[in-house]
């Protein structure tokens, strides 16, 4: 399953590429991407457990990036 997410208070550029890092070692994500300048996140992952995989990829975030939200819709 492949979604995209809007990012809210990302930064920086090396903080995506920090979190694009951590999301992308997570069992289960087949590709990810976290755009800085468009403020987008693209995860493609199992699709059986993608919801528990999203959970994951927040924290991973939220370790990088504190203030930078993730907009689950």
């Given at each position: 399953?492949?979604?995209?997410?809007?990012?809210?208070?990302?930064?920086c550029?090396?903080c995506?590429?920090?979190?694009?890092?951590?999301?992308?070692?997570?069992?289960?994500v087949?590709?990810?991407?976290?755009?800085?300048?468009?403020?987008?996140?693209?995860?493609?992952?199992d699709?059986a457990?993608?919801?528990?995989?999203?959970?994951q990829?927040?924290?991973?975030?939220?370790?990088?990036?504190?203030?930078?939200?993730?907009?689950?819709?």
């Amino acid at each position: 399953m492949k979604k995209v997410f809007q990012l809210v208070d990302l930064d920086c550029a090396n903080c995506a590429r920090k979190m694009e890092e951590a999301i992308a070692r997570l069992d289960g994500v087949e590709q990810v991407s976290v755009n800085f300048l468009t403020q987008k996140m693209t995860l493609t992952a199992d699709d059986a457990r993608f919801d528990s995989i999203l959970k994951q990829a927040v924290k991973a975030c939220k370790k990088v990036e504190p203030d930078c939200e993730i907009i689950l819709k």
